[in-house]
């Protein structure tokens, strides 16, 4: 199968932040092709190159979304009228309120709106591939009036009729950015219109590829979000104006809407990315939550060796910062002295940015506080019952030596995504705390103590409850590995997408046309054998594909490949 | 369901003791992730609670909370809010560990108005209830939370805060005010460089002879240009847009400037016979005094673009629409034009006075608004119609010394007719001052359209 992976900013890139899934995922599926597009997000991105590749991957594309070269051409006048209709129908939509707003998304009117918002959006993606020239276009005067005119409209939302032009400009320009893939040129048979499955790792800008090559080839869209890009934007954008905030929140609650009803399948990665979907009018039918994978094999010794770790050892993991909430950890800790005088405290991280700096020196002051340093003895050295160290020092070496240090493993967060340190506790065997705050319910699945959040006594109760429970720890460790191991691991992740690709391109495969020489349509051209392994019909057909609503089919081009599904793997 | 609802009654507390005796139970009966999805988690917390009460019917226990995940649904959502208030009471309830009895959490009659004031910045902000609900997810409220709130999820209850914060429409339509380019001393100072060495180089010119002259005036030519190189190279005379340079063109005009006047008067006259000596008198002669005020003349059309880029984008912020943004930034493009206009003839004048050279007032006037007018339209994007425009001048003046030249061929003699007819009647000065002139009154009307629109004084590239 020959599958187009878009990812933004991450893979194939050295810097990419979500590119280790990808790489994984790529390397996973020997059996099929890929082809890679890649938007990146900076030139330093770029220079810095590319993670090496495994064969399987056919090619690589890549666009920058940090610059872009306005081509100069210059619109004629009815090519300026279709943009000028386009762009207009594109910002009317934006102005008449956000996708989601109290009304589900079936409702008539918000779906009216919503076939606006995808034809508009289309409209333009085709001026893009006709007439080019979209970028200047986009920066153009005509491009802001028609923003005006959007807002100052009858039956615009009171924000966007506060809008002043300051606000239209920053508005123009990040529509401008977001909509920077409409011009690329990926979109033809050589390119996403040769694959047969797009696969987007992420909402969003990536998505924008995948969606217009559905629309222009029909190729089916497979989305998947470990985040949620729209819950992201919200949470990025608090620095603008009301108007901005507003119509742009209005553009990618559209944008995702847009997005989730052209998928075949969405992909998130936990119920709470789920919840978001489903909320911004995913069809539940279309979900399917495929946890993360992490690498079982650097924790197969921790967890695997017999409990050796002291028995009077919490130990915390993870990057320093508020939202871990040690100091409530720290209380709770100090609950647990009271009970256990010999509970020692083990916090493993490094902080992360200035913040995070600031956070954990005030930590260890507060530590220095509630605990005096305490020797066995009169005649031996003491220290502080609580320790903060870093990954990488003489005493752990690696990440699982920090996990098989302690008996029990505390998260003590307020605020939490996936937990991915609780993913590592339970690969290492370990029997959690952990606060009842993001996936954490959802991954530690009955395998570990829960307490609420911001609660230390709660927290406090639960490590002694398990600190004076050796067996109680080595049955949670065990069940919270054999969890994690059934949900968590790599093979699990590409196993599920193996599965998934398996079934969009069984429900809906892309229809090529094969044409002869002459080019008319040949009948029988791909027969039922070109779905099994290898190549069966040679490189000699051409393909085009059918169905792109303006695509003529007497454009043909030749195939990069035919389907060669595996049937056997 | 109704097991639950019987265990959930307020019964003894149990120490933490019982976790471990449902924990042997709840591997195997542990519900499948993909199953229970959404609903996993509400139970999950749900039956931690309950086996932290009841210590005997742990068998019980098991069984209700995975079939509660398998029926989901309404029968869920009841779940959660029987249990709403529960996650903070069995922390405070086991008197096992606690020293002290809990005293109940004072809570007033509208939990969700406390909730409100504790993110009010939160709430007036919001433009939509998803804004709220991302932001109380990220300072921890989850689904469980809402429950307290007698809410199914995060989402309702983020709509229920988003219809309930009240919305003044009489709030100061003032936004922030966009941020203005600030004068900076490195460009200020190097605005005044090309001037600075011009003056040194004319000096010079002055107080040498013969073959040092000569590289005085390469070597000074040579400083001249890098200078004014860098002067370009930042403040409100930056350009980003590389696509069409101009400094070949504009290295031209400034030439015909210094040596065009002199050439095309010695040509009328069948010269040049020699090369230009580097002074003002001879036959050939330097005009230095307007290339000296066109130098001098950087720092001031500096300044003049960074008062309208900084007026320019207060009346960005200040104007409600296009149009009343572009009347407004007309009279302020006009009235830069004319400062510099009159800066610049007031250096001519002092140039002229110091170095006793004729006046040439039209062409250099008309030569510095010309050159100002496309430095001002490339900064601002418009690169097309300046590098146009100025092609057209300087071929223009090209052509007028090519046709006197092409003259002196056998039978040619009719091309130089039309600007022989001009030297004759407005001198030679006439020739530069009506191609630059016409130049500049071209951008100056290309200016008034393009500068006056607010996406000319955007800035590209960076979010506000």
Known sequence: MHIGLIAEGGYPFVSGDAGLWCDRLVRGLGQHEFDIYALSRSERQETEGWVPLPPQVNRVRTAPLWTVEDDGMGYGRRARRRFTECYGELVAVLCAGSAIDGAGPSEDPSATEADRFGNALYGLAELARDAGGLVGALRSEAAVRALERACRARGATSAAREARVPDLLAVAAHLERALRPLSLDWYEDDGLGSVDLCHATSGGTAALPGLLAHHFCDVPLLLTEYGVRLRTHYLAATESSPAVRALLAAFHGRLAAETYTRATLITPGNSHARRWQERCGADREKLRTVYPGMDAARFAEVGEAPDCADPDTLVWVGRVEPAKDLVSLLHAFAEVRKEEPKARLRIVGTPSGPEGAAYLGHCKALAVQLFPDEAEGPHTVGDNPVSFEEIGGPEIPALADAYASGAVTVLSSVVEGFPIGLVEAMLCGRATVSTDVGAVVEVIGGTGLVVPPRNPRALAEACVALLRDPERRERLGAAARARALELFTVEQNVAAFHGIYLEIVSRTPVRRVVLDEAGAPLPFAVPAEAHVPGRWTGRTARVVARGGPARPTEAPVRATSLPATEGAR | ?464
């Open chain 2, 1 to 464: 369901m109704s097991g639950l609802g019987g265990l959930d009654r307020p019964g003894a507390p149990a120490g933490p003791g019982a976790w471990d005796e449902r924990r042997q139970e709840w591997p195997e009966a542990e519900p499948h992730p993909r199953e229970s999805g959404a609903g996993a988690p509400g139970t999950a917390a749900g039956a931690d609670e309950l086996s932290a009460r009841v210590d005997g019917v742990v068998d019980g226990v098991g069984e209700s909370s995975v079939s509660s995940a398998r029926v989901g649904g309404a029968g869920e959502s009841s779940t959660r809010v029987g249990g709403a208030d529960k996650p903070c009471t069995p922390a405070r309830e086991p008197t096992a560990v606690g020293p002290r009895p809990a005293s109940p959490r004072r809570t007033g009659a509208d939990p969700v108005k406390a909730l409100m004031h504790r993110h009010r910045d939160l709430c007036e902000r919001a433009v939509d209830p998803l804004e709220i609900a991302a932001g109380l997810e990220a300072h921890g409220v989850t689904d469980r939370t809402a429950a307290r709130f007698l809410h199914r999820d995060v989402f309702s209850l983020a709509e229920e805060i988003y219809a309930r914060v009240p919305r003044d429409s009489e709030k100061p339509p003032g936004g922030p005010l966009l941020t203005t380019p600030r004068a900076r001393a490195d460009w200020l100072l190097l605005t005044l460089l090309p001037g600075a060495l011009c003056a040194a180089v004319v000096t010079a010119l002055h107080l040498t002879h013969g073959q040092s002259r000569v590289i005085a005036a390469a070597a000074g030519a040579l400083a001249v240009a890098l200078a004014l190189r860098a002067a370009l190279a930042r403040g409100p005379l930056a350009t980003t847009d590389r696509t069409n340079p101009t400094a070949t063109r504009t290295s031209w005009l400034i030439a015909y400037a210094l040596l065009g006047d002199g050439l095309l008067r010695a040509a009328m006259t069948g010269g040049p016979d020699t090369l230009p000596t580097g002074t003002a008198d001879g036959p050939w002669p330097f005009t230095t005094a307007p290339v000296l005020a066109l130098t001098l003349s950087c720092a001031p059309a500096a300044w003049c673009a960074h008062l309208l880029a900084v007026r320019a984008r207060r009346k960005l912020s200040a104007s409600r629409g296009l149009a009343e943004f572009a009347t407004s930034v007309k009279p302020l493009l006009l009235g830069t034009f004319v400062l510099y206009l009159g800066a610049l003839t007031a250096l001519l004048t002092l140039t002229t006075t110091a170095l006793d050279e004729p006046a040439a007032y039209p062409q250099t006037l008309t030569l510095g608004a010309l050159l100002l007018l496309a430095r001002l339209l490339t900064t601002h994007g418009f690169t097309h119609a300046p590098a146009l425009v100025l092609t057209a001048t300087a071929s223009a003046e090209a052509t007028a010394l090519v046709t006197l030249f092409a003259a002196r061929l056998p039978g040619c003699a009719w091309l130089a007719t039309p600007v022989q007819a001009l030297i004759d009647t407005w001198g030679p000065a006439a020739v530069p001052t009506l191609a630059c002139g016409a130049g500049a009154l071209t951008l100056l009307l290309h200016a008034t359209r393009t500068l006056t629109r607010a996406s000319a004084h955007a800035t590209r590239d960076q979010p506000w």
